[in-house]
């Protein structure tokens, strides 16, 4: 698409959009490569996704589907009862001096409560960043310090498969470890795990709910919606930006698009608020389009067993499933003839999803036999908001490709570029990258920092957006990811970052230096794996340290990191300048073959190192 194509093509898309003030530039390039889309725009995501379709007389339609195996709950919330909802908490959330621009931090379980907050943020223009609730107090601190967030919303407890996790406690820790202090937490009591608040700080959620509710907000098309702190290479998270009308436009088109959703059907992404999965398309994206989304608190397997998604399907008439290919290995696991599915009448689903990791061919394969669907794998980030490598649900299907993520969706220019930045002949691995602009949607730059938007994104290569994965496009333009070129690793669909633990790591006081890096696992496809050297001095067992190691990563990072695996060494492989060879480290714990890197200082070391790590591979 040139430039001209392009503004038609998302011109036509802001059609599908209420507007306060509809936009009359559709891309603002004057301050590229800071690009904006409709920048004179004005809008309000809530009312879109919820009042919007009141409006319509659509009011008494299904809007969210709550289905709870860990509490034994099914919930059902009209388009009606969900907009009541919303704009009530958000006339409480006014009452406690939340307005445009504010930043409200969330971290909750699967619970409707978390939508209704998140909505009623959009309601009032304040901006919400949601935290994963597997993240540690340390990883929650961070983001309400980085975002100063004027109000926390959480929970007392989240439920992971039968046990009661205490959110509570983590909320505190980080509360205080924090230099910027939020005004009010807002605390939802769950029965399962009441927890006690804190006077003058914390308040209980049933009591806000505001004298008046607030009516919808007009903001500006380019002012934030939320941000979404992500992994990097470095321990920082990056606070990508989310603004309200490009990614109103983009999720609406895809809805149609990609995921061929029309209003009334059922779609359910079984991922987590707490990632983009889960922002877009458990929240926005089903509701901008009009249909039901379900909101899944649970597990693929064990809640209370490897039927539960198929039971959700029949239950719900589920039209389109997303999920992450990590989910369909841990049921393949337990059943892996799939009768599991047997019982229940799947004649409702149309197409699975999959994205968030690599999707082996194995389980699609699996997935396609037992479903008798197209099982489609897809590719985006956090940054992009929406798939930018797909294929298309309906309209514009064709012949899904095993190991590769599909074709680049109208608006992403995916180019694989060299070293040198030149694209590399069709066939031929290099750089995953969008040549600029992104379309909307996807990311204007981080939170506070466009610095650090400019770096770690742009410079590289000059014009182009750097997505930090490698691939290639082959002869039919199918587009393959290979591999990430930076320290992020994939955990469980979790993007983590390997910097982040080995600062956690390095903290130790018997730690000299470290390296972590992620290994093959058949369920979670990578797990971390931490080597360490030890000062010089230190004789306490090798064990009892490395069990202190895991242990402080689970409390620093959280248990998502799935931190299970540190080993002592006495050296670590290094080049010349001393960086170490991690992705050589790599290669050799998953058995694959392996070249000695010629910038390596001492090819001993490689020697050295090798039988530890095939022996943490068995
Ligand atoms: N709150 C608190 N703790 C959480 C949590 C949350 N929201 N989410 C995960 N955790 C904890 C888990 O309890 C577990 O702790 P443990 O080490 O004490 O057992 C740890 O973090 C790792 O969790 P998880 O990655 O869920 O692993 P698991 O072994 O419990 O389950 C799978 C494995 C494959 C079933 C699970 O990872 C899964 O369902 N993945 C789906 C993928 C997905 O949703 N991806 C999102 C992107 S699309
Ligand atoms: P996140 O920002 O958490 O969504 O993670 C994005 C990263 O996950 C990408 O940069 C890829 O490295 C990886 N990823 C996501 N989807 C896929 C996919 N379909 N195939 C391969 N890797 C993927």
Redesign the pocket.
């Known amino acids: 698409m040139d430039r001209d194509q392009a503004i038609a093509h998302w011109g036509a898309a802001a059609e599908a959009i209420d507007w306060v003030r509809a936009p009359r530039t559709i891309l603002d390039d004057s301050a590229a490569p800071f690009y904006r889309w409709y920048s004179d725009g004005q809008c309000n995501t809530c009312h879109n996704a919820v009042d919007r379709h009141v409006a319509a007389g659509r009011g008494d339609e299904l809007a969210l589907i709550y289905d709870s195996p860990v509490t034994d709950t099914v919930t059902y919330f009209t388009y009606r009862e969900l907009r009541d909802r919303v704009a009530a908490f958000a006339g409480g959330l006014r009452e406690l001096g939340v307005g445009p621009g504010d930043r409200v931090v969330i971290y909750m379980?699967?619970v409707p409560e978390a939508v209704i907050g998140m909505l009623a943020c959009a309601r009032l223009g304040a901006v919400h960043s949601v935290v994963?609730?597997?993240f540690a107090a340390s990883e929650l601190a961070f983001r309400i310090d980085d975002c100063q967030a004027k109000v926390v919303l959480s929970a007392s407890c989240?439920i992971?498969?039968a046990?009661i996790?205490p959110y509570k406690p983590l909320l505190d820790a980080a509360v205080e470890a924090c230099a910027h202090k939020p005004a009010h937490c807002v605390v939802l009591q769950r029965e399962a795990g009441p927890a006690e608040l804190i006077a003058g700080r914390d308040i209980d959620w049933e009591l806000v709910a505001g004298t008046e509710p607030a009516p919808c907000a007009p903001v500006a098309a380019t002012d934030p919606l939320y941000l979404l702190y992500t992994s990097g290479t470095t321990g920082s998270p990056k606070g990508v930006v989310r603004d309200n009308g490009g990614h109103m436009a983009a999720l609406y088109w895809s809805m149609v698009n990609i995921y061929g959703i029309d209003p009334g059907d059922v779609f359910w992404a079984?991922?987590?608020i707490?990632?983009v999965?889960g922002h877009s398309y458990i929240v926005y994206g089903p509701l901008l389009r009009g249909a039901t989304t379900v909101l899944f608190e649970g597990?693929?397997?064990?809640t209370p067993d490897a039927s539960t998604y198929w039971r959700l399907i029949g239950r719900h008439r589920v039209k389109v499933l997303f999920?992450?290919p990590?989910?369909i290995?841990?049921i393949k696991q337990q059943d892996p003839q799939g009768e599991g599915a047997a019982p229940f009448d799947l004649s409702s689903l149309e197409y699975l999803f999959l994205?968030?990791e690599r999707a082996d061919p194995n389980t699609i394969v699996w997935a396609e036999e037992l479903l008798e669907i197209p099982v489609i794998d897809h590719w985006w980030q956090t940054e992009l908001g929406w798939p930018a490598i797909a294929d298309f649900a309906g309209e514009g299907f064709f012949p899904v490709r095993h190991g590769s993520s599909g074709k680049a969706v109208p608006g992403f220019d995916i180019v694989v570029l060299d070293e040198a930045g030149e694209p590399v002949p069709r066939g031929e691995m290099g750089a995953l990258t969008i040549r600029l602009p992104l379309p909307p949607g996807a990311l204007p730059t981080l939170w506070n920092n466009d610095a650090g938007f400019r770096e770690k994104y742009l410079e590289r290569f000059p014009g182009y957006y750097d997505a930090g994965d490698a691939g290639y496009i082959d002869a039919d333009g199918y587009i393959h990811i290979m591999a990430r070129t930076d320290d992020v690793i994939n955990?469980?669909?979790?993007r983590l970052s390997t910097g982040r633990m080995e600062e956690v790591i390095a903290s130790h006081p018997d730690v000299a230096e470290c390296a972590v890096f992620g290994v093959r696992d058949d369920?979670?496809g990578q797990v971390p794996l931490g080597l360490m050297i030890l000062n010089a001095g230190v004789d306490r067992p090798e064990a009892e340290i490395a069990d202190e190691v895991v242990a402080l990563v689970?409390r620093e990072v959280?248990?998502?990191a799935?931190f299970r695996q540190a080993r002592v060494v006495s050296r670590l492989p290094k080049t010349r300048s001393g960086k170490i060879l991690r992705a050589t480290l790599q290669k050799i714990a998953n058995g694959e073959d392996y070249k000695v890197p010629g910038t390596i200082d001492d090819p001993a070391t490689l020697d050295e190192i090798a039988p530890l790590l095939r022996s943490a591979e068995a």
């Open positions: 379980p699967m994963f609730g597997g989240g992971e498969h046990r996790i079984a991922s987590d707490g990632w999965v597990k693929p397997v064990g999920t992450a990590t989910a290995r841990a994205a968030g955990v469980a669909g979790h369920l979670k689970r959280g248990p998502v799935a």
